[in-house]
């Protein structure tokens, strides 16, 4: 079973629209859960993060952690072309510094 | 501006040869992070290093890659030799704090031709 897990193939939404993203990982204690935004040639950017139950929002972006179901998603509201990206989950387990990654999403916003 | 520096930023190389990529941590970042990203592997976690010390580098092939921290402000990551099957993009990332986020550089493209 791999550490982080994001399984979805490449979304595509309309302009205005919620994108929704999901990553699952493997280890129960993890604590720290982050959500990375990559363009196409450059590096991941950090956009949020979240270590407690529950929602977190920024802006057009809620982060939701269910640490029983080990999960943690990702929705961005009123979806801009300039959300188009791979969305990029990763986790760091209980008791050390280990950034694990999932493999990434894909998100295609069409005007 | 704080931010991680990553040289150089494109290098082709022949098989065979020696490789080193270069990194400079944010000023006061203690964790360093050195990752590779494949279309087909995503980004692998090569090796990380607290206050300098190598915490795990389970993730390189130990017969050609070496990563140290000679000191605070730089880190490397050296292949030797190189094979076409290193080519990839190599970031590096710092984070400050057990358990905190990372911020990447922007990354070193290989080609090993």
């Known amino acids: 079973q791999k550490e982080v897990e994001q399984n979805s193939g490449p979304l595509s939404v309309p302009e205005g629209a919620i994108a929704s993203l999901n990553c699952t990982y493997s280890d129960r204690v993890s604590q720290s859960f982050f959500w990375y935004r990559q363009y196409s040639g450059k590096s991941p950017e950090l956009i949020m993060s979240?270590?407690?139950?529950g929602d977190k929002e920024d802006g057009r972006f809620t982060a939701q952690l269910n640490k029983a179901s080990q999960y943690v998603s990702l929705l961005i509201r009123d979806s801009q072309p300039s959300d188009s990206a791979t969305y990029l989950c990763a986790v760091i387990p209980y008791g050390n510094n280990r950034l694990a990654f999932g493999k990434g999403n894909q998100v295609v916003v069409i005007p | 501006d704080a931010r991680v520096t990553q040289t150089p930023r494109h290098k082709v190389t022949e098989m065979g040869q020696e490789v080193t990529m270069r990194c400079q941590p944010i000023?006061?970042?203690?964790?360093v992070f050195w990752y590779r990203q494949t279309m087909m592997q995503g980004l692998e976690l090569l090796a990380y290093?607290?206050?300098?010390?190598?915490?795990?580098d389970s993730g390189m092939p130990k017969d050609r890659f070496s990563a140290e921290m000679p000191d605070a402000t730089l880190a490397t990551l050296k292949i030797q030799p190189s094979e076409p099957r290193d080519s990839a993009v190599y970031f590096c990332?710092?984070?400050?704090?057990?358990?905190?986020?990372?911020?990447f550089g922007q990354g070193t493209r290989l080609t090993v031709v």
């Open positions: 290093f607290r206050n300098r010390a190598p915490l795990d």
């Open positions: 000023l006061g970042h203690n964790t």
């Open positions: 979240i270590y407690s139950n």
């Open positions: 990332a710092s984070g400050q704090g057990r358990g905190t986020e990372a911020f």
